[in-house]
């Protein structure tokens, strides 16, 4: 292999990488996101400087995704903090948890979110939203909402 074949490899290993080296597109993803208040000093305690937390509601969001480029169908879902750095507001993702192997190594590998093995889902039950999230054996979260539908 040339060193020129290295350099346009995304992940490893070189000879089977676990994601294409492909601009990722997603499609008809769908969201349940729950806000929540909390205790602001203990976000500031886990909020790398030098970004600022700059309010105590935060979301925790459940998503499907059930077509993006070269990864396939996966659901997510993490913790998200409103911050800012220099004067503009964004978003510190605090944690992902993903049950696709691929979208867990191209989130960590190309785009530095912390992403982990986890058991999100994301359906409906009757007239109900349901998302919950399993990290192995443990229910971490579980959310339901009356469920209506409006196409974006």
């Not at 602001?40 to 480029?69: R, W």
């Not at 190309?110 to 009757?126: H, Q, R």
């Amino acid at each position: 292999m040339k060193k020129e074949d290295v350099q346009n490899v995304a992940s490893t290993p070189v000879n089977s990488p676990i994601y294409p080296l492909t601009e990722i597109y997603f499609r008809d993803r769908e969201y349940l996101n729950i806000v929540y208040e909390t205790d602001k000093e203990a976000l500031e305690k886990v909020v790398p400087e030098p970004l600022k937390v700059i309010d105590n509601k935060i979301k925790f969001e459940i998503i499907s995704m059930p077509d993006a480029t070269g990864l396939g169908s996966y659901m997510e879902a993490g913790q998200v903090i409103p911050v800012e750095y220099n004067g503009e507001q964004g978003e510190f993702y605090l944690s992902m948890y993903v049950d696709n192997q691929a979208a867990i190594a191209s989130g960590r590998e190309i785009s530095a979110f912390p992403k982990k093995s986890g058991e999100p889902n994301l359906y409906v039950d009757n007239d109900v939203i349901v998302g919950t999230l399993d990290y192995r054996s443990l229910r971490v979260a579980q959310a339901t909402m009356g469920y209506d539908y409006y196409k974006m």
